[in-house]
């Protein structure tokens, strides 16, 4: 995340796109990060969020091309293999036949229909696409968590979200964190307008138009604490969503339906417990704590008007996921009541 070794053996105009940019002085008592590097923030930032977003971009074709697709078609293939030799032996056709010694095995049995053909790569397809959320979602958790547990913050005492504001410098890897997730909620916009439409494919586009500001925002008038527990609540449950699809495309109905009820409950707890939590500390604590004021040479941005688009477009954000949460109940009726889990947030193409 140090800057210096860049600026040693790459041209200038390029630093700033593989590395932080504005590091500045350690604060004589941190409160947090005491052996990082810490920065300040400013518009070469924006630089190193086209990196992110080009190795996201990367990053995703790989794990879909490389590593997803290759094992869903091995996977599905294999289990249709099998189902066409248990019919064929009901039917007393004795199976697929063996190819001669010397061939390798098809990879498809020969008698597969166009059908059958199409909802294969469709499985194959759909399930290589999740692969990369849950890559990315469980690697960024993780670390989400341990910028947060570096924090002198606390769920069961949100005030010390506000204390101290404004919280500057930044250190290295709430910077880090902060942009890689900015650059990879903007790449999502991107991806949404690539792939085919899905149900929600409007509320999933409002979610990110709201989500990147707000990210943009906190980041440029230091809301970096509040924003950090947002994101690492926002992608716990998005695990889970996905890892519940993938298991549905390679037909594990039952850990499909456990996986997708445990999704429901950390949708419920982070989202509409904690979440609304942090939107009441928000309202309150914010202004118990700090009295409004404009003063950038010293990074204070807490007026009236700031307050109010920051608390709006996080309640904006909260009706979105009562939404969702409505479209989750309904498909948790669909297990109870044994019809299995689906998605009708995005699971079908409009």
């Known amino acids: 995340m140090n800057n210096t070794w860049a600026r040693e053996w790459l041209p200038s ?20 990060f005491p052996n990082s590097t810490y920065y300040n923030d400013g518009l070469l930032d924006a630089c190193f969020v086209v990196t992110c977003i080009a190795v996201f971009a990367i990053l995703r074709d790989i794990t879909r091309l490389w590593f997803a697709e290759p094992f869903a078609r091995w996977h599905l293939t294999r289990q249709l293999r099998k189902s066409k030799t248990r019919k064929n032996s009901v039917n007393g056709k004795g199976g697929l036949e063996t190819p001669p010694k010397g061939e390798k095995t098809p990879l498809l049995p020969p008698n597969i229909t166009k059908a059958e053909e199409r909802i294969l790569q469709r499985n194959v397809q759909r399930f290589a696409e999740q692969s990369w959320s849950v890559v990315y979602y469980t690697v960024q958790w993780g670390f989400g968590l341990y910028v947060n547990h570096n924090l002198p913050t606390s769920i069961f005492d949100m005030k010390y979200l506000w204390i101290n504001y404004p919280h500057i410098p930044l250190a290295g890897p709430v910077k880090f964190y902060y942009l890689t997730q900015t650059a990879f909620y903007t790449h999502q916009i991107l991806i949404l307008n690539a792939e085919a439409r899905r149900k929600d494919h409007w509320q999933m586009m409002l979610h ?40 549905k495309y390679l037909s594990f109905s039952t850990l499909c339906d456990a996986a997708f009820t445990f999704f429901m409950l950390s949708w419920l707890v982070t989202r509409h417990i904690i979440f609304v939590m942090v939107i009441n500390s928000a309202i309150y604590d914010s202004k118990a704590i700090l009295p409004y004021g404009w003063d950038p040479a010293r990074g204070y941005y807490f007026t009236r008007g700031v307050y109010i688009a920051c608390v709006g ?24 009541s044994g019809q299995g889990a689906e998605d009708t947030r995005s699971d079908d193409e409009m």
Request: proline share 7%; aromatic share 16%.
């Open 13 to 32: 105009f390029v630093v700033p796109f593989v590395s932080l940019s504005y590091p500045t002085d350690t604060p004589s008592q941190p409160d947090s």
């Open 208 to 247: 990110h138009v709201i989500t990147v500001p707000l990210m943009v925002v906190s980041y440029s008038y230091y809301w970096t604490r509040v924003g950090c527990l947002i994101m690492v609540l926002m992608d716990w449950c998005d695990i889970w969503l996905p890892a519940a699809k993938m298991l």
């Open 313 to 336: 477009m996080l309640v904006a954000l909260q009706l979105i996921q009562i939404v969702w949460f409505w479209m989750i109940c309904r498909v948790a009726y669909k297990v109870i």
